[in-house]
């Protein structure tokens, strides 16, 4: 699987798709952190836009992209979440632990 990325700044955008489920979940990982170490003076925005659906295998990637980046000191924001998404992440109580903003312009300025 390739990720469409931009680079905006000191952020790389990562625009997820689809299904991040079992079968993608461990694929996609490998992707964004092959991204971490190559831009390793970047913070991350995931675009979440065109995510249909998402299993707590799809969350895992969120939780260990996070605490990677925490211990380089580097950020992860999320953005453009749909309903069904964000209210995985309510019911398994992740909200707070990410800063999630309605469009990508927003979460952008939010990083300066």
């Excluded at 079968?23 to 170490?37: P, V």
């Excluded at 980046?69 to 580097?74: A, G, V």
């Excluded at 909200?95 to 979460?107: G, H, L, V």
Aim: glycine share 2%.
């Amino acid at each position: 699987m390739n990720l469409n990325i931009k680079r905006v700044d000191n952020v790389v955008v990562v625009y997820l798709a689809g299904r991040l489920d079992v079968h993608l979940s461990a694929e996609i990982e490998k992707e964004i952190n092959k991204i971490i170490q190559n831009e390793p003076d970047m913070h991350l925005l995931m675009n979440l836009q065109n995510v249909e659906y998402m299993s707590s295998s799809g969350l895992r990637i969120f939780v260990s992209t996070m605490r990677i980046l925490k211990e380089q000191k580097r950020m992860l924001k999320l953005c453009n979440m749909n309903n069904a998404v964000k209210k995985i992440f309510e019911v398994v109580e992740l909200m707070d632990m990410f800063d999630i903003y309605d469009s990508e312009e927003e979460a952008l300025k939010s990083f300066k």
